[in-house]
Structure formats: C-alpha cells, structure tokens
T-cell receptor
Framework: AQKVTQAQTEISVVEKEDVTLDCVYE???????LFWYKQPPSGELVFLIRRNSFDEQNEISGRYSWNFQKSTSSFNFTITASQVVDSAVYFC????????????FGKGTTLSVSS | EPEVTQTPSHQVTQMGQEVILRCVPISNHLYFYWYRQILGQKVEFLVSFYNNEISEKSEIFDDQFSVERPDGSNFTLKIRSTKLEDSAMYFCASIADTNTEAFFGQGTRLTVV
C-alpha cells in the first residue's frame, strides 16, 4: 500500500527562522516519484519539486531545499529564512512509476510565518 | 505559460441537483485527473482519464460521478445528485507524460446546501 505521512499538522515560526517540514512515505515500488506542493490561502496547488527514487541528491532552490533519504523513507523540505509569504499548507505526495497513476497526498502541514 | 483552467470558481447548488464542473487541461497533455479536497483536509484522488476512457478511479468515485471529454479540449466532472458531503474544492489536473509534474487548475469550490 502507498501512504504519505506528514506528522506535523501545524507549525508556527517567526520571520527569518528556518523551518523543516517532514514527510515520510510508504511504498513497495522500487521506482516512484515524490513531490511537494504548496497551497497558499488562495487555494490553488503550486508545484514545488519532483524527485524520482533513484536520485537521492539533495536539491536547493533559493531558500528551499529538500532532503531525500531512501533509508528512512523520508523527503523533508526546509525553508531557510522564512517569510510571511511562505505561509501556506504544504503537501507531500507520492506516485509509483506507472503510466498516469494518481498522486497520493499526505494530510499537509500548515505553516504560519509571522512578522 | 500554459495552465489548466477550471470553471466556475465557485458553485452553490441545492442538494439533489446535478452539477457539472468544467476543466480545460493543457493542450498537449495526455492524462487528466479530478481530485477533491474537503475543507481543511487532504487532497484525494477521484479519477484519472487517458485515451478517452477512465484509467483509474477511487472508492469515492461512485455511480453518482461521471467524467467526459466531449470535444477534445474540455474535461468535465458531473455529479448527478449532489449530497451535502460533496461540498469540497474540486481540482482538475493534467500531465504531459508519465510521472511528470501534475499541473493543477485553480479549483472549483462546490457548496451543496
């Protein structure tokens, strides 16, 4: 069975703090893809990153970084020097490597950044 | 930049009424999806569509739901007889190829009263 767990329901930080959002997944597939999406208060889902199971290199994009650890089935997301605009719900998602298979989402982590 | 377009952005309907939610996926994409998000909860898969037929559906997607791609550009989700528990944000998504990132529309907020 496929499952994504985001144990942190809500996180509150003050601007400029670093924050890490945890994501743990379960799958029996050897090849799969992991994603992070951002859902700001306006409600849309914004794609942040896709990572395939064979690529364990960490990725950095500006203030965002991702740490993929296959050994612990985790794909954590860190925001450095958080800003108020980072306030949103963040979803981690998983899909096996089969044509067109749907995304399995975690329950999301609500991040609130105050000034 | 190409985007997935959904209409309407918000729909209010009475219980028992039929609703049709509309989506225009990105033109060269091959796979199309509907997802649902009940307020404050996670995004749940409803159905996927490929090559003019349903390729996968979840337990949520029962006989009250149907999808159609009537004219090669639109992708619709119909709920035949809405229930209060159908109130949710409905997202359409499309992907170009296997396991590329899904592009989501802005969503349609359905409120059943």
């Amino acid at each position: 069975a496929q499952k994504v767990t985001q144990a942190q329901t809500e996180i509150s930080v003050v601007e400029k703090e670093d924050v890490t959002l945890d994501c743990v997944y379960e799958t029996r597939d050897t090849t799969y893809y992991l994603f992070w999406y951002k859902q700001p208060p306006s409600g849309e889902l914004v794609f942040l990153i896709r990572r395939n199971s064979f690529d364990e290199q960490n990725e950095i994009s500006g203030r965002y970084s991702w740490n993929f650890q296959k050994s612990t089935s985790s794909f954590n997301f860190t925001i450095t020097a958080s800003q108020v605009v980072d306030s949103a719900v963040y979803f981690c998602a998983l899909t096996p490597n089969q044509a067109g298979t749907a995304l399995i989402f975690g329950k999301g982590t609500t991040l609130s950044v105050s000034s | 930049e190409p985007e997935v377009t959904q209409t309407p952005s918000h729909q209010v309907t009475q219980m028992g009424q039929e609703v049709i939610l509309r989506c225009v996926p990105i033109s060269n994409h091959l796979y199309f999806y509907w997802y649902r998000q009940i307020l404050g909860q996670k995004v749940e898969f409803l159905v996927s569509f490929y090559n003019n037929e349903i390729s996968e559906k979840s337990e949520i997607f029962d006989d009250q739901f149907s999808v159609e791609r009537p004219d090669g550009s639109n992708f619709t989700l119909k709920i035949r007889s809405t229930k209060l528990e159908d109130s949710a944000m409905y997202f359409c998504a499309s992907i170009a190829d296997t396991n590329t990132e899904a592009f989501f529309g802005q969503g349609t907020r359905l409120t059943v009263v």
